[in-house]
């Protein structure tokens, strides 16, 4: 599993091009720029779904530093037995260019080790020196 964005695959074996966890396009022209860090996240639901891709990539490096440092956890482990399979926007509340603060709210699909699960959460984001980051969310459902 990567654990750096020099790990992060933005190929297949065959060489084609991969689709991106977020479903929003390709990897390599969607979140793997931002998880490199070329580019920032310019809304909260572009951070949510960089968030969502990496932890479907296994970018601990990348969870951390889009975390707001008031809420970040002392350690993040990463459980290898979840498959995170697809991402739905269902709404998002502010968390536009101009906004400094925002929700987004989601729902992950993913198959673990008892099976196929649904995640449902309203996620909140501010900003911390001009850079989008995940505060914290409430599971729903």
């Known amino acids: 599993m990567p654990r750096s964005a020099d790990d992060a695959a933005i190929e297949d074996v065959d060489g084609r091009p991969l689709d991106c966890p977020c479903g929003a396009g390709l990897y390599a022209e969607c979140c793997g720029p931002i998880h490199a860090g070329v580019v920032a996240a310019p809304t ?4 949510m779904r960089s968030r969502f891709s990496a932890f479907a990539l296994g ?3 990348y969870l951390r530093r889009s975390w707001h440092p008031d809420t970040r956890p002392a350690s993040l ?3 290898d037995g979840i498959v995170w399979r697809r991402l739905q926007i269902v709404d998002t509340r502010a968390g536009g260019v101009d906004d400094v603060e925002g929700e987004v ?3 992950a699909s993913l198959r673990g080790p008892d099976g196929v699960g649904l995640m ?3 996620s ?3 900003r911390v020196d ?6 914290d969310g409430d599971q729903l459902d």
């Open 44 to 47: 909260a639901e572009r951070l």
């Open 105 to 107: 709210e989601f729902r």
């Open 124 to 126: 909140r984001f501010a």
């Open 120 to 122: 449902h959460e309203r």
């Open 130 to 135: 001009g850079l989008w980051v995940y505060v």
């Open 77 to 79: 482990d990463l459980d």
């Open 59 to 61: 970018l601990l490096y």
